[in-house]
C-alpha cells in the first residue's frame, strides 16, 4: 500500500495544449470558427463575452443549433470503415464522430469529420502496427511517442479491406 501511494505521489501530468484566442465575432477576419473547427479531438470550448447582454447573431446561430447525435459504445474502428456507413454518411453526408472517454495526449483516439476526413492519434506501438503514413504529433514527447494518421475516407482510393487501409 505503502508504495502504490508512493507512486501517486510521484506521478506527473501528461502535456496537454491550452489555446486562448481573443477575439471579435463580428470581424470578418476573426479566427474562432477557423480554430473550433479545425481542432477536431476538442472535447469542450469556452466561451467567455464580458459585460454582454445579448449574444451577437452570429454567435447565437452557432450555439443555439439543435442537432441529433449518437453515443455508440464499443465500436470496433474498422467499423467506421463499412462501404455502407461510408457511401451513406460519409460520401453523402456529413459525420462527425468523436471518441469518448479518451485524451488525445494519451489515449488512442480517432475522429471523423466533413468533409471525410478519419484523423486518428495513436501511441507508436500502434502506429507501427496499422502500417500507415502519418507524422509526429504536437502531444508526442520522450517517453511516450503519439501520432498522428489522416485518411480521406473520400478518396477513390479509399477501399474497406485494402491492405493500406
Known sequence: MAAS??????????????????????????????????????????????????????????VSTESVYYVVKDLPLYRLADKELVEAFVKKGKMYCLSSKTRIDVGQTVA????????????????????LTGSESVFSSKQKKKYTVQINMTDKSFTPGKKEL
Open 5 to 62: 501511494l508512493k507512486n501517486l505521489l510521484n506521478f506527473h501530468a501528461p502535456k496537454y495544449k491550452l489555446i486562448s484566442e481573443k477575439s471579435n465575432f463580428e470581424n470578418k477576419n476573426s479566427r474562432h470558427q477557423t480554430i473550433v473547427k479545425d481542432h477536431h479531438f476538442n472535447y469542450a470550448t469556452e466561451i467567455f463575452l464580458p459585460d454582454v447582454v445579448n449574444l451577437p447573431e452570429t454567435l447565437l446561430d452557432e
Open 112 to 131: 471523423v469529420v466533413p468533409p471525410g476526413i478519419m484523423i486518428l492519434s495513436v501511441d507508436k506501438d500502434v502506429y507501427n502496427q496499422l502500417g
